[in-house]
């Protein structure tokens, strides 16, 4: 059984949640600020946290930065702005997903199961073989990598699309083809969140993230591992 923890000042929402996640046979913990959020992810093991962005003390971006320094758990922003660079800023601090405010419950339940999926798929598949390209190395299994032989910590999404490049070097995905992969579904018109991660994979992988050796960009197509 999932366990999953939702943060949102708005106590009926929060009910609301509850009560549906808890239908669907999820565990569910609740908290209603920022800091409580950063407290219970400290205390708590969840395969999943759902955190709102305007909330007392911390508001939900900082949260999920804090979050972060200690945790790789999913998280998806709820959020009731909508415009592109509030999207961006969420990935940014380190979210995996996002839904803006108001939003159906069904689509929520559906975001919801396609990253435990996606998130917990590779945790169980205990023969993968390890992945590697040059100095980068994943294991699917365990969820790990590392960078010339240090750890580095992943997010579910960056992870996810990395494991992805390196099952398939050489093959150039459109932004497109990435979020239909990766994400599950397709975000109307934020490609960008593609080239977000993928810098972020550049800066946490790549030896030198400014001149890439295999994350590389096909210019007006995409982007694929290099073949080196």
């Avoid at 030896?207 to 994350?215: G, Q, V, Y």
Wanted: proline residues 4%; glycine residues 8%; hydrophobic residues 40%.
């Amino acid at each position: 059984m999932a366990k999953i923890l939702v943060v949102d000042d708005e106590q009926v929402l929060v009910k609301g949640i509850k009560f549906n996640l808890e239908h669907e046979g999820y565990q569910v913990e609740v908290g209603y600020d920022g800091e409580q959020a950063v407290e219970l992810a400290r205390e708590g093991s969840f395969d999943l946290i759902l955190l709102d962005v305007m909330m007392p003390k911390i508001d939900g971006l900082q949260a999920c930065m804090r979050i972060r320094e200690f945790s790789n758990v999913p998280v998806i922003i709820l959020t009731a702005k909508g415009e592109d660079t509030d999207k961006i800023m969420g990935f940014e601090c380190g979210a995996d997903d996002y839904i803006t405010k108001p939003f159906n419950l069904l689509e929520l339940k559906a975001r919801v199961r396609a990253l435990l999926r996606r998130s917990g798929a590779a945790e169980h598949r205990r023969g993968d073989s390890m992945l590697e390209a040059g100095h980068i190395r994943l294991d699917p299994g365990g969820r790990a990598a590392w960078r010339d032989g240090v750890p580095v910590e992943l997010t579910a999404k960056e992870f996810d699309l990395m494991e992805l490049l390196l099952r398939n070097p050489g093959r150039v995905y459109s932004r497109e083809n990435l979020l239909n992969v990766v994400w599950g579904y397709e975000y109307i018109g934020d490609y960008r969140t593609v080239d977000v991660h993928v810098r972020r994979l550049r800066e946490k992988l790549e030896l030198d993230p400014a001149s890439p050796e295999f994350i590389r960009t096909k210019w007006g197509v995409g982007y694929y591992l290099a073949k080196i």
